[in-house]
């Protein structure tokens, strides 16, 4: 899905206002699509501003596989199996893989952020993953939208046998260990919370 963006949005993006951006039309400088009478720009005219000399044809293709733990590597290479015949099936020239070991909870994964980062840079132009989870085991949603806002569209094979059952109880494991310790937390200041009023009350 590409985004559009009315003439007031896109000035807002590029930093400029509405005028400047009729002004860059009438001198050709920029050329939005018209829909029903009205104008829109895409996010390749904004990297069009924002980065000139930007090549959207440069746009790679990548993909992305991930298992919890060192211990899977057999599994991680099976991932990396099953997407080679996807992307042939789906007759995708894929210009970049990209493997990496960690937590679908942990969100500081190195290359996860650099994969996201390229994203937002508007460099990717399709991401291929067996599952959703195999980028994050929650929030997909919103990695998507990001994704669409800078131009790149997210493949999910949906592979589902894939992302192994022990990961998901790791994850939930590391869940219940994050609440519980901020329960502990907060039980401990409601006891230092209760003798401060009744200490104040003396």
């Given amino acids: 899905m590409i985004s559009m963006y009315r003439i007031s949005e896109f000035a807002q993006r590029v930093g400029r206002s509405a005028s400047t951006v009729r002004r860059w039309e ?56 099953a997407m080679e015949e996807f992307c042939r099936g ?32 508007g460099e990717v132009g399709t991401l291929v993953i067996a599952h959703e989870d195999r980028l994050a ?20 094979a949906n592979q589902e046998s894939l992302s192994p059952q022990e990961e998901m109880v790791q994850d939930l494991l590391a869940i219940v260990h994050t609440f519980s310790g901020r329960l502990y937390g907060l039980r401990r200041y409601e006891k230092a919370l209760k003798d401060e009023l009744a200490g104040g009350g003396r």
Avoid at 28 to 44: E, H, L
Avoid at 46 to 71: K, M, W
Avoid at 143 to 154: D, P, S
């Fill in 26 to 81: 009438r001198e050709g400088r920029i050329a939005p699509q018209r829909v029903s009478g009205q104008r829109y720009f895409t996010d390749a005219d904004v990297r069009q501003v924002l980065q000139p000399g930007f090549d959207e044809s440069a746009r790679q293709t990548i993909v992305y596989c991930r298992v919890s733990s060192p211990g899977q590597k057999d599994d991680l290479a099976s991932q990396v199996r």
């Fill in 137 to 156: 085991r929650f929030g997909f949603d919103y990695l998507e939208h990001v994704a669409t806002k800078n131009g790149c569209t997210i493949v999910v």
């Fill in 90 to 121: 789906r007759g995708l020239a894929v210009d970049q893989w990209i493997c990496e070991v960690g937590g679908g909870m942990n969100l500081q994964r190195t290359k996860f952020l650099a994969l996201m980062d390229a994203i937002e840079r």
